[in-house]
């Protein structure tokens, strides 16, 4: 038996166990059922709230893609304009490019035809002045080429004598006393008329029809004679010898290795051989001078101290004599009156050689012992205008 309390008024029933348990089950699925309806409302609402929570977040949601999508829209229109623009600045720099390229290319093609223009009027050039030479030796005797070998030379620096060297000296070699003599000496000195450049030429030819051909090497020992002869720096053979020979053909060939200062060209050379020397000569001569002026320095001083000493070896003489006399008179004192000439004739004596030292002594000045250096006088008045 089961006991239920009543609530209300407090009285005490008695139920069996199949009642009891009816009156557990209607009571339990009362309180299930509303506690079920609760829980279905408190879900109803949940979900009603979490709909909206979630509509609210997918509202934001959606907001920041749209804000999103349109900030990558706003900086894709940018791009794209961005991209027009460098497109359309690529297109100019490329129009340029192209216009510059083309623009390049043509001053290059006109520089290049300007220079196989160039090249083709020298090598017309040289044509012609090679086909003056071959119809410059055939129409002469053995003798006549070498003559005019000289006169063309002589006429080129001719041509250009009063303004390329006014004061130069380039003259025919007429002296042979010592057995032979070159064909021209060039000689040049400064305003202050010291020389600065001295070239011995000697002009080789041969007609193309000689049967014993010469070489240029056969010239060189008289070439080095003749310039040492005639006191002259440099030695320079201007040669048409050995016309197929490349190393004469090239240019200026120092041949020093083997006569000193001698170089070998072609006529074409000729004046430009000489001013390459001469320009070459005038920047030494600047510290050539510089020399000189240091050798006259070193004279004055060795003019100095001979003055110098020369005082010096002076007055010790006087001053030795005086000594020796004023002794002597001493020691004639000494030894007797009676010797009270000799004794006066040693006193004047030594006198007189005192006198003398000690005008010496006086008339010491230094104007006296800078004469002959000028340039230790120079030092002495700056001294005495700089104390």
Do not use: H, P, W
């Given at each position: 038996m089961q006991e239920i309390k009543c609530p209300n008024c407090g009285e005490v029933f008695q139920v069996n166990e199949s009642d009891y348990a009816q009156i557990v089950k209607q009571v339990r699925n009362k309180e299930f059922e509303q506690e079920l309806e609760n829980r279905k409302k408190d879900m109803e609402e949940r979900r009603e709230n979490e709909i909206k929570i979630a509509c609210m977040q997918q509202d934001k949601k959606y907001m920041e893609e749209l804000n999103k999508l349109n900030g990558e829209l706003k900086e894709k229109e940018t791009a794209i304009e961005r991209l027009k623009l460098q497109i359309s600045n690529s297109e100019n720099v490329k129009k340029l490019a192209v216009s510059e390229a083309i623009e390049k290319k043509n001053q290059d093609i006109i520089d290049k035809s300007q220079k196989i223009t160039e090249l083709m009027s020298q090598l017309k050039a040289k044509d012609e002045q090679i086909e003056y030479y071959k119809d410059f030796k055939s129409r002469l005797s053995t003798k006549m080429i070498g003559e005019s070998l000289e006169q063309h030379c002589l006429n080129q620096f001719?041509?250009?004598?009063m303004t390329a060297f006014p004061n130069a000296y380039f003259e025919k070699d007429n002296d042979a006393k010592s057995g032979s003599k070159g064909d021209f000496i060039f000689r040049e000195s400064s305003e202050d008329g010291n020389e600065f450049i001295s070239i011995m030429f000697e002009m080789k030819n041969e007609m193309d029809t000689t049967a014993t051909k010469h070489k240029n090497e056969?010239?060189?020992?008289?070439?080095?004679?003749?310039?040492?002869?005639?006191?002259?720096?440099?030695?320079?053979?201007?040669?048409?010898?050995?016309?197929?020979?490349?190393y004469y053909n090239s240019g200026i060939v120092d041949v020093s290795y083997k006569y000193e200062k001698m170089y070998v060209i072609r006529p074409q050379f000729f004046i430009p051989m000489i001013t390459l020397l001469r320009n070459a000569a005038l920047n030494s001569l600047q510290y050539q001078r510089e020399l000189q002026i240091v050798k006259n320095q070193q004279v004055d001083i060795m003019n100095f101290?001979?003055?110098?000493?020369?005082?010096?070896?002076?007055?010790?003489r006087n001053y030795r004599l005086a000594s020796e006399k004023f002794n002597m008179a001493i020691e004639e004192i000494d030894k007797s009156i009676d010797h009270l000439t000799k004794i006066k004739t040693a006193l004047l004596s030594s006198e007189n050689n005192l006198r003398l030292a000690n005008n010496k002594a006086e008339?010491?000045?230094?104007?006296?012992?800078t004469k002959n250096a000028p340039s230790v006088k120079a030092m002495f008045d700056e001294l005495k205008n700089n104390p």
């Open positions: 001719n041509m250009i004598r056969d010239f060189f020992k008289e070439l080095d004679k003749d310039r040492r002869e005639k006191g002259c720096e440099y030695a320079i053979l201007v040669s048409l010898l050995e016309g197929d020979n490349e101290e001979d003055n110098m000493n020369a005082f010096k070896e002076g007055f010790a008339e010491l000045t230094i104007k006296k012992l």
